[in-house]
């Protein structure tokens, strides 16, 4: 089951993971090492299908905190990045704008624990590329714990 669907995509709301990987799973053995910074290992999968609801995406990096699953992050070519807002604002509804004159998009799933998911969508005002950062909520309160900083409400 994929969560989002062979090419991601926003359909049928926001799930806890991104595509059939869910929060807390373990790195895969095909992925890649892009950097190790001791508990935070990013990564990439050689043959990922770089698309988000048939938009063409540049480059998918999946983050790992204690050698689980807890963020992904897209990078969007200007080319796509109205496409793939115009999805997650169909899929998910629509986003919490903190700054009106910034182009930053947050959503939040309504589940607690394990499945809690946020996502930021972020354009840059310069060269309208943006990406979109997926991430466990959950998950983002344990790494707060761990730092010794109270988790961000």
Same mark, same amino acid.
């Given at each position: ?6 090419? %991601? ?7 806890? %993971? ?5 929060w807390g ?12 910074? %001791? ?39 200007? #080319? ?16 919490e704008q ?12 309504? #589940?607690? %624990? ?15 590329? #943006? ?20 988790? #961000?409400?």
């Open positions: 089951m994929a969560l989002f669907g062979k090419g %991601g995509g926003a359909s049928g709301g926001m799930k806890p %993971g991104f595509r059939d990987m869910k799973d373990q790195p895969r053995k095909e992925m890649e090492v892009l950097d190790d910074h %001791g508990e935070e290992k990013f990564c990439r999968l050689e043959h990922d299908n770089l698309t988000w609801s048939d938009a063409p995406v540049d480059r998918i990096v999946y983050l790992f905190w204690s050698n689980r699953f807890s963020d992904v992050h897209i990078e969007i070519s200007p #080319a796509s990045a109205d496409r793939i807002l115009k999805d997650l604002n169909d899929g998910w509804g629509r986003p903190p700054n009106k004159f910034i182009e930053d998009f947050v959503w939040k799933n309504k #589940a607690i %624990g394990p499945e809690a998911t946020e996502a930021l969508f972020s354009r840059n005002p310069n060269t309208r590329a #943006a990406t979109l950062t997926i991430s466990s909520s959950y998950v983002k309160a344990k790494k707060a714990l761990a730092k010794g900083k109270p988790p #961000a409400r």
